[in-house]
Nanobody
Framework: QVQLVESGGDLVQPGGSLRLTCAAS????????MGWYRQAPGKQRDVVAQ???????TYADSVKGRFTISRDVPKNTVYLEMNSLEPADTAVYYC??????????WGQGTQVTVSS
């Protein structure tokens, strides 16, 4: 069983920055893809950014140019650097990881609130 633990969520003013961290209990080399998702109250959970085993990354249109996903393989950690935050970015952010042929693993989530 793989555990994913997110941290770094906080209350931040519009225009501010945060870095979210996802620490995995297993080697992230094993995962085909890791990603960050977010869910705002009353809305579905949507993908924010993903990074694949070859380093290729993808982003939701709403965060392109503002968010950056990265991996530290020796530390089994994935990061989400978030800049120019907007109130619309307010949500619970979840880390996800998936091996080929398996279901995804999920973390417990971390709250990001963007408000003045």
């Amino acid at each position: 069983q793989v555990q994913l633990v997110e941290s770094g969520g906080d209350l931040v003013q519009p225009g501010g920055s945060l870095r979210l961290t996802c620490a995995a209990s297993a080697s992230i080399r094993d995962f085909y893809v890791m990603g960050w998702y977010r869910q705002a109250p009353g809305k579905q959970r949507d993908v924010v950014a993903q990074v694949f085993e070859d380093g290729y990354s993808t982003y939701a249109d709403s965060v392109k140019g503002r968010f950056t996903i990265s991996r530290d393989v020796p530390k089994n950690t994935v990061y989400l650097e978030m800049n120019s935050l907007e109130p619309a970015d307010t949500a619970v952010y979840y880390c996800s990881a998936r091996r080929l042929g398996e279901n995804s693993y999920w973390g417990q989530g971390t709250q990001v609130t963007v408000s003045s």
